[in-house]
């Protein structure tokens, strides 16, 4: 799952970046609002992070340019504009959810788990295709009887699985919802994850579909 | 000491009429009185006059009596007797040798108001009246003349107090529209329908409140402002400790230490930026002679290892040897936050010089950088509190400038931004006139 947060504040950016990656989130930190713009552009990132206050592009103008090109991707405002008018609009500019610094980053990280499970058109807390459960927020997979724990990128791995059961990924795609910019990516970092997860869930879990990528297998 | 207005004009409009009305009563029942028992003797005069042409007669005389007690020319209460001499059996207390004139005499019993008209050759005629009824008469009379007067005093005793109460009306109301006052935000008095006498009063009062409505907006600003400056380092200091939690290792932890160093580091220089514009704000300790040009190298060498640091060449420009009378602390103040501001935003290899100088109106302590300048429509904000340039990297409190124009205020001088001439750069001007 790929973060993109918007920050001018050089350290909370250094912090929230910190604790998102802890969570086992690519994360992709700019601090203004033009190169916001032109990395929202790109598509790559699920979930995004803005600030309002942000020198060159106002947070609330480049939340409405995201929204007027069609990215659906969910929006999380932080700010310290607490007024409810501030809330209201930055709302109805399209954003999903609207957090006041000082903020508690286990309710940013509860919040951005809220917003991207409903993004995926699900309300219950736990992901699953049937066979396997996810659980975002403790970051443990059952399947069967067998509850396990998932390292960071192992989760990640199959949280970006899980979120749309029956479709293939492909290797770069898979890549890019796990690692943020500034990660080296081994080029069978893929294949060891997955290793690493049938290992602890069975092999059964991912099916490899030859030539085109991974899936888990849709609920019946 | 404390002195109701309307009691006192009461007290004294009261007793001022009072006094007077006492004088007028006294005076007028006594004339009244006077006049009442003149009036009664010219009725004995004229009685004996009328009653002369039957004096040789001393049966018509008694029946004069008579028809004097009966025919209500005088009511019998008046009890007036005649007598012709000689002739009428007078009685023993009048002898036979009175004088002719009036005159009172005492008959042992009661006193009486004796007439007598004509000598002892011709024949007397005498009228008596006694003086209890006179006197009785007269008071009545008097007391009479009284009745409007006696009446007129509760009126007026009402009246002024009505009249003093109805004049301070506005006054009472201007206090208790003023008890009602909201205290955080008082809203000026209307000044319509007031006396000219207090129009003055009022406007003052006005005049005060705009200027403690200008201060508590500011101040209210201010709080707000600081609260929400606040909010960023509070934020980073959360997640930076949050994050220490998390941490893998004892190595990540430490790596993790830092950054809330740094994060505690910049929320006590917030802290205290604040608590500097507070105390600047709030007043300053005694002007005495500063040597400028002392205070200037002492800053200098101060700042002298950031500058080398930054490869920033920092110096004097001292055009002629300054020294005014200032409060020394909010001096130093203005100059280092104005230093601080430039070194922050010259970049490296640039140059910060401070320059001191003085014409004729005054003495003039410059700083001077070679930075990337501000625009114009910026050049008054920055003295804003909180207030960041646009673009600048979000650092620091915003708060160093308007410290520094708040304590230039204070010292009655004035704090401006230039741009630099010729060069790109800002010019930091502090000016104080002289003898100020």
């Given at each position: 799952?790929?973060?993109?947060l918007i920050e001018d504040d050089q350290m909370i950016g250094a912090a929230v970046s910190v604790a998102l990656k ?5 994360v992709d930190w700019v601090k203004d609002g033009?190169t916001a ?12 992070l803005l600030d309002l206050g942000l020198p060159k592009?106002?947070g ?18 932080i700010t310290a ?20 610094k000082p903020?508690?980053v ?76 500034n ?38 | ?228 400056e606040l909010r960023s380092p509070l934020t980073a200091l959360s997640v930076q400790?949050?994050n ?11 790596e993790r230490?830092i950054p809330l160093q740094n994060g505690i580091e910049r929320a006590r220089q917030l ?73 922050k935003y ?42 960041q340039m646009p673009g600048s990297a979000g650092e620091g409190s915003g ?38």
């Open positions: 799952m790929r973060i993109l802890d969570a086992a989130y690519a033009m713009c032109s990395v929202l552009e790109l598509g790559e990132h699920q979930a995004v592009r106002d609330l103008e480049v939340l409405r340019l995201l929204r007027q090109r069609g990215n659906t991707a969910p929006v999380i405002v504009r607490d007024g409810v008018g501030d809330r209201i609009k930055g709302l109805d500019y399209g954003a999903d959810d609207y957090l006041v903020f508690d286990n309710e940013l990280l509860a919040r951005l788990r809220a917003v991207i499970r409903r993004q995926g058109g699900q309300a219950e807390p736990t992901l699953t295709n049937g066979k396997v459960m996810l659980d975002p927020a403790s970051h443990e997979a059952q399947s069967g009887n067998a509850v396990v724990m998932l390292s960071s990128r192992e989760f990640s791995l199959l949280h970006a699985l899980l979120l749309r059961p029956g479709a293939i990924l492909t290797r770069s795609e898979l890549e890019e919802r796990i690692y943020g910019w990660e080296e990516v081994e080029s069978n970092a893929v294949d060891f994850l997955i290793h690493a997860v049938r290992k602890k869930l069975g092999a059964a879990v991912i099916k490899n579909v030859r030539g085109a990528g991974w899936m888990v297998e849709k609920s019946i | 000491m404390k002195r109701s207005l309307k009691r006192h004009l009461s007290l004294v409009l009261g007793s001022a009429i009072l006094i007077s009305g006492l004088v007028a009563t006294v005076a007028s029942f006594g004339l009244a009185y006077f006049e009442a028992k003149e009036l009664q003797d010219d009725m004995l005069r004229q009685i004996a006059i009328l009653s002369l042409g039957n004096s040789t007669d001393s049966a018509t005389s008694t029946s004069l009596q008579r028809d004097l007690n009966n025919d209500g020319i005088s009511d019998p209460e008046s009890r007036i007797m005649i007598f012709h001499l000689p002739g009428d059996t007078a009685h023993a207390w009048l002898q036979r040798d009175l004088s002719p004139g009036l005159r009172t005499m005492d008959t042992g019993t009661e006193r009486m108001r004796v007439f007598v008209r004509g000598g002892q050759l011709e024949g007397r005629t005498i009228v008596v009246q006694p003086t209890e009824v006179r006197d009785e008469i007269a008071i009545n009379s008097a007391l009479r003349t009284l009745i409007p007067l006696l009446l007129l005093l509760p009126i007026l005793a009402w009246l002024i107090l009505r009249i003093v109460r109805s004049e301070l009306a506005p006054i009472t109301q201007l206090s208790s529209s003023l008890d009602e006052q909201p205290a955080d935000r008082p809203q000026p008095i209307a000044d319509d329908g007031l006396p000219d006498e207090i129009t003055p009063f009022v406007h003052a009062i006005n005049r005060l409140l705009d200027r403690v409505n200008l201060l508590m907006g500011q101040q209210r600003r201010f709080i707000a402002d600081a609260a929400h400790a949050e220490l939690m998390h941490a893998g290792s004892l190595d990540a932890m430490r230490v802290t205290e930026q604040l608590l500097n514009l507070a105390r600047t704000q709030a007043g300053m300790n005694e002007n005495s002679e500063v040597n400028i040009s002392a205070m200037a190298r002492e800053l200098i060498a101060e700042y002298l290892p950031l500058a080398e640091a930054r490869h920033i060449d920092l110096g004097l420009d001292e055009i002629v040897p300054l020294s005014i009378r200032a409060a020394p602390d909010a001096l130093r103040l203005i100059l280092k936050n104005a230093l601080d501001n430039a070194m010259t970049q490296e290899g640039g140059e910060v010089t401070i320059r001191l100088l003085s014409d004729e109106s005054g003495a003039i302590i410059e700083i001077v950088d070679n930075g990337p300048g501000i625009p114009v429509s910026e050049s008054e904000r920055v003295f804003d509190s909180f207030y708060l160093g400038l308007a410290i520094a124009k708040e304590a230039a205020i204070r010292l009655g001088g004035v704090l401006s931004l230039h741009e630099r001439q010729g060069n790109s750069g800002l010019v930091l001007r502090y000016r104080q006139a002289h003898d100020s």
